[in-house]
């Protein structure tokens, strides 16, 4: 199993960005995928994660209204559309893979892919 976050950079307050990670070694209709983000100083937290197996989508509270996960089985690729960026959203974005329902616990997940740098600065 692989996975790769891509699609971060330096972006305003305000503004947009759209993560994608793309997965192989696994289908999404079995695996939950979950985006993840640390900070420097901070530990891991839990952003968003999709369940195709379930039909269930998560987010943590800091990022409701703003963030939408989606799926692509065909692709088997998952996407973090991030809207109205805030400084505090600044850290590196991770995706992680495991079997069975989403979780927004980095415990629960057994595969991770390589971070993407977001940074929201004006």
């Known amino acids: 199993v692989q996975l790769q976050a891509s699609g971060g950079g330096l972006v305003q307050p305000g503004g947009s960005l759209r993560l994608t990670c793309a997965t192989s070694?696994?289908?999404?209709?079995?695996?939950?995928i979950g985006w993840f983000r640390q900070a420097p100083g901070k530990e891991r937290e839990g952003v968003s994660c999709?369940?195709?197996?379930?039909?269930?989508?998560y987010y943590a509270e800091s990022v409701k209204g703003r963030f939408t996960i989606s799926g692509d089985n065909a692709q088997n690729a998952v996407y973090l559309q991030m809207n109205s960026l805030k400084p505090e959203d600044t850290a590196i974005y991770y995706c992680?893979?495991?079997?069975?329902?989403?979780?927004?616990?980095?415990?629960?997940?057994?595969?991770w892919g390589q971070g993407t740098q977001v940074t929201v600065s004006s």
């Open positions: 992680a893979a495991r079997v069975g329902l989403g979780a927004l616990n980095y415990d629960d997940y057994d595969y």
């Open positions: 070694g696994l289908t999404l209709d079995y695996y939950a």
């Open positions: 999709i369940s195709s197996k379930a039909g269930s989508i």
